[in-house]
């Protein structure tokens, strides 16, 4: 399945294997993120080892407007990447990695993709992804049958199940 959005594009396709790779490309008009890329299998320990440390982002032109809508309330340079309006990053400490934004991405993706309700086995990739996209792609995951089916390991103690990407649309 696919979803296209003037320039951002999000797919989910099948994969002979049972875990999750993910392929995702960033590209902004600013020197500090400007263009990022990665590819990961989801393989046990690389959530850990590679994503869950991966800052949220933002400008810190956009930190009052966020605030007035409610949004980014616990908001700080503890938890979040701020760039301010000389393309200069404001944390003291800087980036835990020079693709510190391209990783945050992949895991809000791993987090969004959760919302088929199992672990997808399959491909993602995408450019300029972002939740509202991922959200349109696992609906229309869900609304075409044709492109998953439940699987079950059997052989686990505790029964596990996963979405399988079917027929890439």
């Given amino acids: 399945v696919e979803i296209v959005d003037g320039p951002k594009r999000a797919t989910l396709s099948p994969s002979d294997d049972t875990l999750l790779t993910l392929r995702a490309r960033i590209e902004y008009d600013n020197s500090v993120i400007g263009v990022q890329q990665m590819a990961l299998r989801l393989a046990p320990g690389m959530f850990a080892r590679n994503l869950a440390f991966a800052r949220t982002y933002g400008f810190a032109r956009d930190v009052e407007m966020l605030r007035t809508m409610g949004l980014a309330r616990g908001g700080s340079l503890d938890n979040a990447v701020v760039i301010d309006d000389d393309e200069a990053i404001m944390n003291p400490e800087g980036l835990r990695t020079e693709d510190e934004f391209v990783r945050h991405k992949m895991l809000d993706a791993?987090?969004?993709?959760?919302?088929?309700?199992?672990?997808?086995?399959?491909?993602?990739?995408?450019?300029?992804?972002?939740?509202?996209?991922?959200?349109?792609?696992?609906?229309?995951l869900l609304e075409t049958p044709s492109a998953w089916c439940w699987e079950t390991d059997a052989g686990a103690l505790a029964a596990t199940s996963s979405v399988r990407a079917g027929v890439a649309l």
Avoid at 114 to 140: F, S, T
Wanted: hydrophobic share 50%; charged share 15%; no cysteine.
């Fill in 110 to 140: 791993v987090g969004d993709l959760m919302l088929a309700g199992a672990p997808i086995a399959g491909a993602y990739d995408a450019v300029q992804p972002g939740h509202a996209l991922n959200n349109k792609l696992v609906r229309k």
